[in-house]
């Protein structure tokens, strides 16, 4: 309910992915996309639900990470193989996509949804 009253609220666009989050683009993945084994270098904010800013782009600082190979929550995962280099896009996610029942053990709660604005900045393919 939270997830619908926020894209009832905004301007944006969203898709329902058959991952179980939405996002503001098609939510379709296309052949030039990153997918398991491509490097992808990104930047991303969290938010919660009430617009709290939780974590800045500069707080996360650039991220280069090996899909498939690397520790990061599964929605981030998917999500970064759903936009194209030098895109961006918001991912509203239900807490089990993200940090689940634990949270962060830092700002994040246990299950809390989270909204995530990504940026690609680049595309390795393997």
């Known amino acids: 309910q939270l997830i619908e009253n926020y894209i009832d609220s ?4 969203f898709t329902k992915t058959s991952y179980g989050f939405w996002i503001n683009n098609s939510g379709q993945a296309t052949q ?3 997918k398991s084994g491509d490097a992808v270098k990104y930047e991303y904010e969290v938010y919660s639900f009430d617009d709290k800013l939780i974590y800045a782009k500069q707080e ?3 991220q280069t990470v090996m899909l498939g190979r690397t520790d990061i ?3 981030v995962h998917i999500a970064l193989e759903l ?3 030098g895109d961006s896009a918001t991912a509203l996610f239900p807490s089990f996509m993200v940090y689940g029942g634990y949270g962060d053990r830092n700002k ?5 949804p989270l ?7 680049d595309i390795k393919k393997k």
């Not at 905004?10 to 666009?13: A, I, P, R, W």
């Not at 994040?108 to 809390?112: D, L």
Request: proline letters at 4%; glycine letters at 10%; charged letters at 20%.
């Open 10 to 13: 905004t301007q944006l666009k």
């Open 32 to 34: 030039t996309m990153a």
């Open 60 to 62: 996360n600082g650039t």
């Open 73 to 75: 929550p599964r929605g």
């Open 83 to 85: 936009i194209e280099k």
């Open 108 to 112: 994040i709660a246990g299950n809390e």
């Open 115 to 121: 909204i995530f604005k990504i940026h690609i900045l």
